[in-house]
């Protein structure tokens, strides 16, 4: 299993970046997928987490109405399309991968420890 995360970058307040998460080694059907963010001197959050089959989908309460879940199953790859990005959402992102036996969707965007496999991060930066 190998999550491998992309799209990061500089952007200005209000700006917009589309990050990537390729997901090798299982389908999207088989995991619950989730994104996740790490700013320096905090912990790890939930930012949006979809079951598998892509039947639900959460967001954390920052996450509403700005930050879209989306996913190719064709391509066997997700997305978290960020509008509206303010500084407080820089950090790095994660994209990770869970079975959640037992945990629902809402507990892992809140417990990201209940995910099994990480990717590397790619770091989102929002700046004048």
């Known amino acids: 299993v190998q999550l491998q995360a992309s799209g990061g970058g500089l952007v200005q307040p209000g700006g917009s970046l589309r990050l990537s998460c390729v997901l090798s080694g299982f389908t999207l059907d088989s995991y619950a997928i989730g994104w996740f963010r790490q700013a320096p001197g905090k912990e790890r959050e939930g930012v949006s987490c979809t079951a598998p089959n892509g039947g639900n989908t959460v967001y954390a309460d920052f996450a509403k109405g700005r930050f879209t879940f989306s996913r190719d199953k064709a391509k066997n790859t997700v997305y978290l399309q960020m509008n509206s990005l303010k500084p407080e959402d820089t950090a790095v992102y994660y994209c990770?991968?869970?079975?959640?036996?037992?945990?629902?969707?809402?507990?892992?965007?809140?417990?990201?420890?209940?995910?099994?496999?990480w990717g590397k991060g790619t770091q989102v930066t929002v700046s004048s």
């Open positions: 990770a991968a869970g079975a959640l036996e037992d945990v629902t969707i809402v507990q892992a965007l809140a417990h990201p420890d209940y995910m099994d496999d």
